[in-house]
């Protein structure tokens, strides 16, 4: 008697972009799958049956316990930078009989979810070893199909269903399901930035950015304490928490700054108060950056959306960055950028009113157009070395 197929349950990771990066690609791999790994043994993911992660011809698999298991795993990993589609299925033995009931089982369970009219077999095989080529298994598989779903249609346009066969290394994996990832590149292959990041719309926006793009992220915040309550530093821990299913952001340094603010309120002219300000946050940013590591800080800044981001005012701020300042946003519209703080998790959160030091002694008509000859002799009179000397000693982790 023939023994029974055995199934496993799967999901397949696929990547293109960490396929395009030539020498680089098996460490850009060997990161992916340790991000997977630690995604998936978190608290946050329990999976009832377990999960391993592994490498198979240009893509990641995952194998699990338990079905069920399977989809949650694929939800979570579909967050995870790097993964630019997620598919769930179940592998099995290369033998058609085998692939047929795996079919068979995977299209009725989709019926159950999502009724399906068409269909269309996609199948490949990614070696030789399987002796029919990938023309001739679409029609068996389909025919064979057709007859055990009689009353749906093969369409090869625009089908309800695909159903892929995938003969690779052995094994015959098959699906029907597949999510999109949110793309980009591993986190832990760019190294790391600093991002100045407020409780509000912009910056969680401008730090997922970064993570997407390889990026690990200390987030810096200002706070306005002790001249306000702490609100938005429990801001932006939640906010931290909400970007955490990405991997990116793993810290988070607070500086009170509000009696740096009345300092400086007291020592330059009002219309230059918000400069000053941002020079001083620049300046912790770019001593932070070195205590981290980190090659580069990031804003959430869009040209001309507030007095502070005019041209003349970014140069006259940058100049005190030994750091590239990166403005991922710098050319976005709010409306997209609403757009994408509610896609990744964020928009609520960055909605909720809160005290920080941006409003914290604001003058009544702040400079649109810095210039440096005036702010640089203003700014050399201060004891800017002693201040973030004295700024790092008393920043705390969150
Ligand atoms: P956001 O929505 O990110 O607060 P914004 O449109 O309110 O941006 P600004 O307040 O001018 O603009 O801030 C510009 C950038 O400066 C922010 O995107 C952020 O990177 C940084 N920044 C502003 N306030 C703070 C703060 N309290 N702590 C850390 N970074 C800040
Ligand atoms: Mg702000």
């Known amino acids: ?3 029974e197929p055995v199934f496993r349950n799967i999901c397949l990771v ?13 460490r850009f791999e060997r990161q992916l799958k340790g991000n997977i790994e630690k995604a998936l043994s978190g608290a946050a993911s329990p999976l009832t049956g377990g999960c391993v992660v592994s490498r198979i011809s240009g893509r990641l698999l995952l194998v699990l316990g338990d079905f069920e298991d399977a989809w949650a795993a694929a939800r979570r990993v579909a967050l995870i930078p790097g993964v630019v589609r997620v598919s769930v299925g179940l592998r099995t033995v290369q033998q058609l009989e085998a692939v047929y009931e795996a079919a068979q089982w995977l299209m009725e369970r989709r ?29 068996i598989i389909g025919q064979e199909l057709h007859e055990r779903f009689s009353e749906k249609t093969i369409r090869m346009q625009d089908p309800d269903l695909r159903l892929h066969v995938e003969m690779v290394e052995g094994s015959a994996f098959v699906y029907c399901d597949t999510m999109r990832g949110v793309g980009g590149l591993p986190v832990g292959s760019a190294g790391r930035v600093v991002c100045l990041l407020s409780a509000g719309l912009d910056s969680p926006v401008a730090a997922w950015r970064l993570m997407r793009r390889g990026a690990r992220v200390t987030a810096l915040h200002f706070s306005g304490r002790p001249e306000t309550p702490d609100t938005s530093e429990h801001l932006v821990v939640a906010l931290k928490d909400a970007l955490a299913p990405y991997g990116g952001m793993d810290r988070l340094l607070i500086v009170p700054f509000g009696s740096y603010q009345r ?49 003349d005012n970014i140069l006259v701020v940058d100049a005190v960055s030994q750091l590239p300042v990166l403005r991922p946003l710098i050319g976005t519209d709010k409306q997209e950028i609403i757009d994408e703080a509610l896609r990744i998790g964020t928009f609520e959160l960055s909605s909720q009113s809160h005290e920080d030091c941006c409003t914290l002694f604001m003058p009544r008509n702040p400079e649109t157009h810095a210039k ?11 004891p800017i070395a002693a201040w973030v000397d004295e700024i790092l000693t008393g920043l705390y982790q969150r």
């Open 14 to 26: 696929h990547y293109h972009e960490i396929g395009l990066k030539g020498r680089n690609r098996p």
């Open 111 to 139: 019926e159950a979810a999502a009724p399906w009219q068409t269909f269309k077999v996609d199948a490949r095989r990614a070696n030789t070893n399987f002796a029919t080529d990938s023309m001739e298994l679409n029609r």
């Open 372 to 382: 440096l000859s005036v702010v640089e002799p203003l700014w050399n009179e201060l």
């Open 1 to 3: 008697m023939a023994q």
């Open 263 to 311: 300092s400086l309120s007291l020592l330059v002219p009002a219309d230059l108060r918000v400069i000053f300000y941002r020079r001083l946050m620049f300046a912790v940013g770019n001593a932070v950056a070195e205590r981290e590591g980190a090659k580069a800080l990031v804003t959430g800044e869009s040209l001309g959306q507030v007095a502070s981001q005019t041209l």
